[in-house]
Nanobody, 121 residues
């Protein structure tokens, strides 16, 4: 089996920073793209940032210049550094990864359980 476990969410004041982590574990042969999504109450889940296995990144326009995604392939971990946080960044943040498991001949999408980020004074 494969699990994605997120950590690092919490309550922060506007202008503050948080760092999210997501570690993949289990019977992993390789990991393709990894990313962070978020879902605010009453809204659809949206892509925040993505990173390929080679390190190429992409960001939602709303977070460009404030958020940075990175990954440590040796640790099967992806990070999201969030700076200059705004109240509109409040959401549940989900980690996503395309993973090839040992013994499985195709890449499958996996999701973390979500971590709450609340930006409020």
């Amino acid at each position: 089996q494969v699990q994605l476990v997120e950590s690092g969410g919490g309550l922060v004041q506007p202008g503050g920073s948080l760092r999210l982590s997501c570690a993949a574990s289990g019977s992993i042969f390789s990991i393709n793209a990894m990313g962070w999504y978020r879902q605010a109450p009453g809204k659809q889940r949206e892509l925040v940032a993505g990173i390929t296995s080679g390190g190429s990144t992409n960001y939602a326009d709303s977070v460009k210049g404030r958020f940075t995604i990175s990954r440590d392939n040796a640790k099967n971990t992806v990070y999201l550094q969030m700076n200059s946080l705004k109240p509109e960044d409040t959401a549940v943040y989900y980690c996503n990864a395309g993973i090839l498991r040992y013994g499985l001949g195709y890449v499958r999408d996996y999701w973390g359980q979500g971590t709450q980020v609340t930006v409020s004074s």
